[in-house]
């Protein structure tokens, strides 16, 4: 399994920036496939933004033009941008890092790391 640490959170007004960061322990980073998942009080964990080894994005509608995934393979940290904050993007985000070994998927999560965005 892979630690992941996350970083970067905090209260932000709306309309506000943020930038996440997400450590990984793994020397094999690139071959990982990248997620940023939210989820909100009483809601159900949801995709964010996803970045896959080959550096492929895709992004949940209700973030899209806003949050920006990037990944630093040689640092192994990948990033959340979160731009034009809104009071509905408060959540606790998790990172997570992903691939397939002989079919069978390898998933590790972080800690989480409190994103609070006050109108």
């Known amino acids: 399994q892979v630690q992941l640490v996350e970083s970067g959170g905090g209260l932000v007004q709306a309309g506000g920036s943020l930038r996440l960061s997400c450590a990984a322990s793994?020397?094999?980073?690139?071959?990982?496939?990248m997620g940023w998942y939210r989820q909100a009080p009483g809601k159900q964990r949801e995709l964010a933004a996803r970045?896959?080894?080959?550096?492929?994005?895709n992004y949940a509608d209700s973030v899209k033009g806003r949050f920006t995934i990037s990944r630093d393979n040689a640092k192994k940290t990948a990033y959340l941008q979160m731009n034009s904050l809104k009071p509905e993007d408060t959540a606790v985000y998790y990172c997570?890092?992903?691939?397939?070994?002989?079919?069978?998927?390898?998933?590790?999560w972080g800690q989480g790391t409190q994103v609070t965005v006050s109108s």
């Open positions: 970045i896959s080894s080959g550096g492929s994005t």
């Open positions: 793994t020397s094999i980073f690139s071959r990982y496939d």
């Open positions: 997570n890092a992903e691939r397939k070994v002989l079919g069978v998927p390898d998933k590790s």
